[in-house]
């Protein structure tokens, strides 16, 4: 039974009615935004509160500057460790911020947590990245109930199927807002998502609209193709980004920024600030970025979705956002339901393994069985045992669920709107509805490369592609009715202009003008390793991740890649495994693999 708390109409915050956070069970604040951790922040008593991610930790520091509370992450050195005992000693009550991963060495730096209340805040999170933060997941579950109280709290709390085995017994509480924030969804269906990203970014440039964009995208290369298709700078640019990795310091020129940092008329955000982080900007406007060909960018509604909608606190256009997407494009032959047969059965030869082998082998056995069994993903060890991992077979339904069935159509992806209380608006990109209209045309592929090859545009480098020169003196032609009809082939064409540049007009001609083959082609040509070239082929062939493909499937499909880049042998299905980190699928009897995840390091 779930036990709910009326919040009344002209409440604003969980803090005008709350003096504290309910004990040892889910809390479900009810809206983002509503103030659950300044609640535990403002209060009289001693917190811990654990969250995903440093961002969140250095949002709060900025906005509490009087040293009230210690943000703990990172390398503990010797010198972090004392200035910890020296808040602990000296402050009260005290209010430490800490990542999940920071909470066990926090712990153990300040020893005695008596009277400490444990707040883990965001903890859908826990689930939703287990798959490549399992580590600081199992920091948060192996130390929570040491605590007398704790508190698991998010505005989007998981579905009961999805809820952590650990948590499974917790009592739910939730707030209900008697105001109701409902938010109208314009959901853009694209066919090339870029470029009406793009079209949108120059909009804005060009202040044909008016205030701030904020793109919610969970890619950096997508972010790069952004910035150096629309001659993004610093000076109009914000990039907020994780920055755990060196590289993203700088991106294209534009640094790296913080939550707190000025706004700029355009702003692209990873997910390090799709959750928890506060936004302000009375001017902006939320774009959610879901890519179909990008698995990490697809958003699910339920979590991180309601999350994005409420991270600029104060804009004057907090009930819209818009969210453009492309459909997933995945096999017929397995459903979602068809997936969850197949992983049940798996789950039960999974604990028949376990048991067997806790039974019957010695440690020794045990021990040789764990290093060639890296594989049976969903069995873990413990304590010298074998154990099922219930979390990891309800993430591989959760994963396969967003990727193959939340973005298969718009029907599927509006139910999901509705049902977490958004009024949804249908639509198409411009740029589709210019697609579908200039597909309408009688002009081919070979006549608009004649056409772009005459107007001289484009000159040859020392190799055979082509790149484009601006200043070229096109005669009694009119350059901007020449650049409309170009943009015109390249938006019905989106490959054309990289197969000019790549390939030259002479190799698009003896391709015969194939759309398949020039895309092949530019594909190959830039890349360099072979066993690269595979994996990136097979990408473009549409072997991506969290995709089922049978045995027949992928043998074709892996036949067609190694004609391309000239491969020794014959193809196997079983090659499959020297470029992706994949799982043996039954589905309807026949026998296949669900794409993991592309390899770093391929296969001999």
Request: aromatic share 12%.
């Amino acid at each position: 039974m779930i036990k709910e708390t009326l919040f009344k109409s002209g409440t604003r915050y969980l803090s005008d009615v709350l003096i504290d956070l309910p004990d040892n069970c889910i809390f479900d604040k009810g809206r983002v935004g509503g103030g659950g951790t300044t609640v535990a922040l403002r209060n009289n008593k001693d917190y811990i509160i654990a969250v995903p991610f440093v961002s969140l930790i250095e949002n709060k520091l900025s906005q509490y500057i009087d040293g009230s509370i210690c943000g703990v992450f990172g390398s503990l050195t010797p010198g972090k460790r004392k200035i910890i005992r020296r808040y602990h000693e000296s402050k009260s009550p005290r209010k430490y911020l800490v990542t999940y991963d920071s909470l066990e060495k926090l712990i153990s730096i300040i020893e005695n947590i008596d009277g400490f209340k444990l707040l883990i805040d965001e903890y859908h999170i826990l689930f939703t990245q287990y798959s490549f933060r399992e580590g600081a997941a199992n920091k948060v579950l192996n130390n929570f109930k040491k605590f007398e109280k704790y508190c698991f709290m998010s505005a989007t709390p998981l579905s009961p199927e999805f809820v952590l085995e650990e948590l499974k017994e917790l009592p739910l509480e939730k707030a209900v807002w008697e105001d109701p924030d409902p938010i109208t969804v314009n959901s853009i269906k694209c066919d090339d998502i870029l470029s009406t990203v793009r079209s949108e970014i120059n909009k804005y440039l060009n202040n044909q609209i008016t205030g701030n964009a904020y793109f919610f995208i969970n890619s950096i290369l997508f972010i790069r193709d952004l910035i150096r298709e629309n001659g993004l700078v610093s000076e109009n640019t914000r990039i907020i980004c994780s920055k755990s990795n060196r590289e993203n310091d700088v991106i294209e020129g534009i640094p790296n920024s913080d939550t707190f940092s000025r706004p700029k008329k355009i702003n692209l955000i990873t997910s390090t600030a799709f959750e928890g982080a506060d936004l302000y900007d009375e001017e902006g406007k939320t774009y959610i970025v879901s890519d179909a060909d990008r698995e990490h960018t697809l958003t699910d509604i339920s979590t991180s979705f309601v999350q994005i909608s409420g991270r600029i606190r104060n804009t004057r256009f907090h009930n819209e956002l818009t969210h453009y997407y492309t459909r997933t494009r995945y096999s017929d032959q397995i459903t979602y339901e068809d997936f969850k047969a197949s992983c049940d059965e798996e789950a039960s030869r999974a604990r028949r393994i376990v048991k067997q082998f806790n039974e019957n082998l010695d440690d020794e056995s045990r021990n040789a069985i764990e290093s060639i069994s890296s594989n049976a993903a969903m069995i873990t060890r413990e304590k010298g045992l074998f154990k099922f991992n219930v979390n990891r077979y309800n993430l591989e339904l959760y994963e396969y669920k967003i990727s193959n069935s939340l973005y298969s159509n718009q029907d599927n992806l509006h139910r999901e709107y509705l049902l977490k209380g958004f009024s949804v608006i249908k639509g198409y990109s411009n740029l589709e509805l210019q697609r579908i209209s200039i597909q309408r045309d009688a002009v081919k592929i070979e006549d608009a490369v004649e056409f772009i090859k005459g107007t001289n545009l484009y000159l040859q480098d020392t190799g055979s592609g082509y790149h484009y020169v601006p200043e070229t003196n096109l005669g009694d032609l009119d350059y901007d009715e020449v650049m409309r009809i170009i943009d015109k082939y390249f938006l019905r064409w989106p490959f054309l202009k990289e197969a000019i540049s790549f390939l030259g007009y002479s190799e698009i001609e003896r391709l015969n003008y194939n759309h398949t083959n020039i895309k092949r082609v530019i594909e190959k040509k830039r890349l360099q390793s072979k066993s690269s070239r595979v994996a990136n082929l097979l990408e473009v062939e549409g072997v991506t991740t969290n995709k089922y493909f049978t045995n027949t499937e992928l043998k074709a499909i892996l036949d067609r890649v190694y004609k391309m880049v000239d491969y020794y042998g014959s193809a196997k299905a079983t090659d499959i495994e020297k470029y992706f980190n994949v799982r043996v699928r039954e589905a309807k009897g026949v026998k296949g693999y669900l794409i993991r995840h592309k390899r770093t390091v391929f296969g001999q």
